[in-house]
């Protein structure tokens, strides 16, 4: 199970309020996060966000173990945002930084069950929403009065 | 009849979030185990809302549920002729701005407005009202 999202350590809109966010729900998930779910904030600027500076800005958000800040080749992370779906479809919007996608994106990798949910949702229904994913990803898919009324 | 309350809403995208008035939709339950509800109308009142696209390049039809309204103006001019009647979807054009009238009449409850593009709704582009005997006055829910 994983938990992505992208930031950039100076990001002045969204980043601040979606890091404290997900500190909240890594408190939620506390006996979990690092056993069988992950998370992982992608930097959007690779050449200024070395591991330096994300592990300071990892640091002073109170991020804890099981939760990494990764970088990488600028080519590599935009192959990345793309295929993980952190894109607008109006160019302009999409080249301008400031304005990234401030989603979360929520993957049951073995069960190929991928959700997203907002990053400024309340942290107890993005622990929800993980949990979802995580636990009981075919519950509620047909409840068991349904089943009785089929014969089945 | 005259409105108890004019409501402003501002229908917009913030980073790829579909959000109301600045707020996402709050989709848990509070602390004490009650849904969240906005605002709350007056039974037996009427109120005037205004419905506004502000999300840069994206149609939204809004749904309101329980209470059937009426279109008083469309981007500040009478509503077309199709718009002359009970309606409960408010399309919201690009950058359109809408002035809706409705009753609250029968039912206490809590029924919710939303985006009736079934993406958007389900990535939570609604929110929750209420109608009880005693209503508030918040015109920017």
């Known amino acids: 199970m994983v938990v992505i999202n992208f930031m950039y350590a100076h990001c002045q809109g969204i980043c601040p309020t979606m890091t404290a966010n997900l500190v909240r729900v890594q408190k939620i998930l506390h006996d979990r996060i690092g056993h069988d779910i992950f998370m992982y904030s992608i930097t959007l600027k690779p050449e200024e966000d070395t591991p330096q500076v994300l592990k300071e800005y990892a640091d002073m958000h109170g991020a804890g173990p099981g939760w990494l800040f990764l970088t990488g080749k600028p080519a590599d992370i935009e192959l990345l945002r793309r295929s993980l779906?952190?894109?607008?479809i109006d160019p302009?919007?999409?080249?301008?930084?400031?304005?990234?996608i401030g989603m979360l994106r929520i993957g049951n990798e073995p069960m190929l069950r991928w959700s997203a949910c907002p990053s400024q949702a309340r942290a107890e229904w993005i622990a929800t929403s993980i949990l979802t994913e995580a636990d009981n990803p075919l519950k509620g898919a047909l409840k068991e009065d349904s089943m009785v009324a089929l014969g089945k | 009849m005259l409105p108890r309350v004019t409501r402003t809403f501002e229908f917009e995208r913030k980073n790829g979030q579909w959000q109301i008035n600045g707020q996402n939709a709050e989709c848990s339950l509070?602390?004490?185990?009650?849904?969240?509800?906005?605002?709350?109308?007056?039974?037996?009142?009427?109120?005037?809302?205004?419905?506004?696209?502000?999300?840069?390049?994206?149609?939204?039809?809004?749904?309101?549920?329980?209470?059937?309204?009426?279109?008083?103006?469309?981007?500040g001019v009478a509503p077309p002729m199709v718009e002359h009647s009970r309606k409960d979807v408010c399309r919201l054009g690009f950058n359109e701005d809408v002035e809706l009238f409705s009753r609250f009449r029968d039912f206490r409850g809590d029924w919710p407005m939303h985006c009736h593009n079934t993406v958007h709704e389900d990535h939570a582009m609604m929110l929750l009202w209420g109608v009880q005997d005693h209503g508030d006055t918040n015109p920017n829910p």
């Open chain 2, 30 to 75: 509070t602390p004490d185990n009650s849904v969240n509800v906005r605002f709350t109308c007056q039974r037996n009142t009427s109120e005037r809302w205004i419905l506004r696209n502000r999300s840069g390049g994206w149609q939204h039809p809004i749904h309101i549920h329980m209470e059937e309204f009426r279109v008083l103006t469309r981007n």
């Open chain 1, 92 to 100: 302009d919007e999409d080249a301008d930084k400031s304005t990234h």
């Open chain 1, 85 to 88: 779906g952190f894109t607008s």
